[in-house]
């Protein structure tokens, strides 16, 4: 079954570790992009990728990096995590073709202590 | 900056009532508006799009409108259920290799 998956799911960590939270997706979806969400506010769109070796910032300025080594794999990084990283991160995709339908992971709730 | 805004009160409905979300964009139309419903803690799930060349679209119990003069688009879901509470967001896109611009949702509790 075509799907996207994130991992961890929920993650907790100290200060000034480095953390990599992954993406993958099985649908062979082009574009997939990163986005930020604290509860009860909107999502905020922080990387985007339109394929292999594209990636692009978002609307939201971010710490984080990604690659885009892989069409199914879309992994973000924080070198060093802050508190003010606390939030949930929710990865999607999309068709090359077609109307930008977002399909969407679980999300990774991120707790940096 | 193209925003979309929607009622960020919560909306409480009886059961079996008709339940109606507004979504109100600014500047130009923006091709097509998607629907999404998000359950907490978890990825929003996509519903449906309308675009702007389209006055109404159905799917089952779901009904959209896109009224370009208002720069609106309504959300319907009759026969509303418990289950259907959930927070539902309004997104806006222009098609190809634009991006997508959420609202900050609007919160449905269907009271039994």
């Known amino acids: 079954e075509a799907d996207i998956y994130q991992t961890p799911r929920y993650l907790v960590i100290g200060t000034g570790k480095k953390i990599t939270l992954e993406c993958s997706q099985t649908m062979g979806h082009d574009k997939m992009y990163w986005y930020q969400q604290d509860p009860g506010m909107e999502l905020h769109l922080i990387h985007y990728?339109?394929?292999?070796?594209?990636?692009e910032k978002g609307d939201l300025s971010s710490e984080s990096t990604v690659s885009r080594i892989r069409t199914e794999h879309f992994p973000l990084t924080l070198e060093s995590a802050r508190p003010s990283h606390t939030s949930q991160y929710l990865c999607a995709s999309s068709d090359r073709v077609g109307y930008n339908e977002q399909f969407f992971g679980p999300g990774t709730r991120l707790t940096v202590l | 900056s193209q925003k979309i805004e929607q009622n960020s009160e919560a909306l409480n409905i009886q059961e079996g009532k008709t339940a109606t979300l507004t979504c109100n964009y600014t500047n130009y139309s923006p091709a097509y508006l998607q629907w999404y419903r998000q359950d907490p803690g978890r990825g929003p799930v996509f519903l449906l799009l309308?675009?702007?060349?389209?006055k109404e679209k159905r799917k089952e119990r779901l009904k959209v409108t896109f009224d370009t003069t208002l720069k609106q688009s309504l959300f319907h879901i009759t026969a509303s259920q418990p289950a259907d509470s959930a927070t539902y967001l309004c997104?806006?896109?222009?098609?190809?290799?634009?991006?997508?611009?959420f609202g900050t949702g609007t919160k449905l509790q269907v009271i039994p």
């Open positions: 990728s339109y394929g292999v070796n594209s990636t």
């Open positions: 997104a806006r896109a222009s098609g190809g290799y634009q991006k997508v611009t």
């Open positions: 309308i675009r702007e060349n389209e």
